[in-house]
Structures are given as structure tokens and as C-alpha cells.
């Protein structure tokens, strides 16, 4: 069982940057996949990033690519997501999620286990 806490939400400008936090308890973070996903209001939940358990691995959904960064810190078990040049359409909640195992997924559906997500707005 794994429980996640995200933080490092809130409101900034076009261009700013952020970087978002997921801190997991347990002592095998490393064992699990970890993925980004955001939900905007009236959307589905879309996926955003997703690393495998020794962060060798990474994926982004094309509308993050070149300015998000998915990175891990298995020793403080912690995710992160950097994000840089945000627009106003990246305004959404953003939750992490994770899955034991090493292979690495976009779909939300394969994630057992979530955060309560944090706010990300992004004003023009």
C-alpha cells in the first residue's frame, strides 16, 4: 500500500514555472511506476508524464513535451514535476499516481494508487 500527497500547486503567470511534489510513504517507492495526470474543469483526467521506478524511463503526453520534467528521488521517496513556460491551458488539477511494477503506463486505469491532487492555475 502506497499513499501519495501532492503539493506545490498554485497561481502563476504564463511563462512562470513550477514544480510539483509527491510525497509517497512506504520503503519501496523505487519498485513503483510513478505517472502525472491533470484534470481541467468539464475534462477527462488526461495523462501528463510517467517515469518508471529508477527514473531511466520517461514519458510525456506531446502538449508537455520539452517543458515538463518527470524526475524521482527514491531515496527521499518522492516524485516531481517541473514545470517550465506554463500556458494558461495547463490550468488544472494535477494528481500523481503509481503502480507496482517496472513497465511504465499513460493510461490512468493502470494506476492503483492516487494522490488528492493540487491546483494549478495559470493565469494569461
Known amino acids: 500500500q502506497v499513499q501519495l500527497v501532492e503539493s506545490g500547486g498554485g497561481l502563476v503567470q504564463a511563462g512562470d514555472s513550477l514544480r510539483l511534489s509527491c510525497a509517497a510513504s512506504?520503503?519501496?517507492?523505487?519498485?513503483?511506476?510513478m505517472g502525472w495526470f491533470r484534470q481541467a474543469p468539464g475534462k477527462e483526467r488526461e495523462f501528463v508524464a510517467a517515469?518508471?521506478?529508477?527514473?531511466?524511463?520517461?514519458y510525456y503526453a506531446d502538449s508537455v513535451k520539452g517543458r515538463f520534467t518527470i524526475s524521482r528521488d527514491n531515496a527521499g521517496n518522492t516524485a516531481y514535476l517541473q514545470m517550465y513556460s506554463l500556458k494558461p491551458a495547463d490550468t488544472a488539477v494535477y494528481y500523481c499516481?503509481?503502480?507496482?511494477?517496472?513497465?511504465?503506463?499513460?493510461?490512468?486505469?493502470?494506476?492503483?494508487?492516487w494522490g488528492q491532487g493540487t491546483q494549478v492555475t495559470v493565469s494569461s
Open positions: 499516481a503509481a503502480r507496482l511494477g517496472t513497465f511504465v503506463y499513460i493510461e490512468s486505469r493502470k494506476y492503483d494508487y
Open positions: 512506504g520503503r519501496t517507492f523505487r519498485s513503483y511506476s
Open positions: 517515469s518508471n521506478g529508477r527514473g531511466g524511463s520517461t
